[in-house]
């Protein structure tokens, strides 16, 4: 009997444990179906969304290309503008080229006469540099030619000095070479009368 008691017991326990899984389980299931009806929500929501967004594309689309036709035919309309201004712009670029190349040579023509012109100019300030070299040159020689007989006047002053200085030397040494001939004689009359006396 205990040992029938405890297998009942145990399948008892068993049983208690499976139900306490089933109900986890259910409470799962429908949490999980809550969910999914949370989420099928959404995605209707979504969709009626898109939908909304698709039907506005369409709208835009249609208005687009309402658009585009009106600017191609704008387009068309510049395009036949723009022949006619560049017709006319090659008239008026002729016409400017002409004017252009007129004023080309016309500057040519100024800047060629503005060039002789100082041609002119520096040639006649190398005229009047050279003429004044030339008189710098002139005044220059005449001091040279000046300082030049200056030289020569002081060179012929200095010559009569030195032979003046020479012949006034010469005549020193002739006094100087009578005055040792004197003290020379001198002295032996010195001596011969040393002599005499001793």
Known sequence: MDIQ????EELINE??????????????NEK???????????LLFQNEDKNIRAEELSVANTELEYQSEEKEKRAEEL??????????KGEKGKRAGELITAKI??????????KRAAELIIANVELA??????GKRAEELIIANKELTFQKREKGKRATELIIANK???FQKGEKGK???ELILAKNKNIVTNQYLI
């Open 129 to 134: 540099f050279q003429k004044g070299e030339k």
């Open 32 to 42: 999980r179906t809550a969910e999914l009806v949370i989420a099928n929500k959404k």
């Open 5 to 8: 008691n405890k297998t009942k």
């Open 79 to 88: 395009i036949i503008a723009n022949v006619e201004l560049s017709f006319q």
């Open 105 to 114: 040579e016309l500057d040519f023509q100024n800047k060629e006469k503005r």
């Open 15 to 28: 049983l208690q444990v499976l139900l306490q899984e089933n109900n986890s389980l259910k409470k799962q």
């Open 168 to 170: 006034e030397l010469a």
């Open 179 to 181: 005055r040792a001939e």
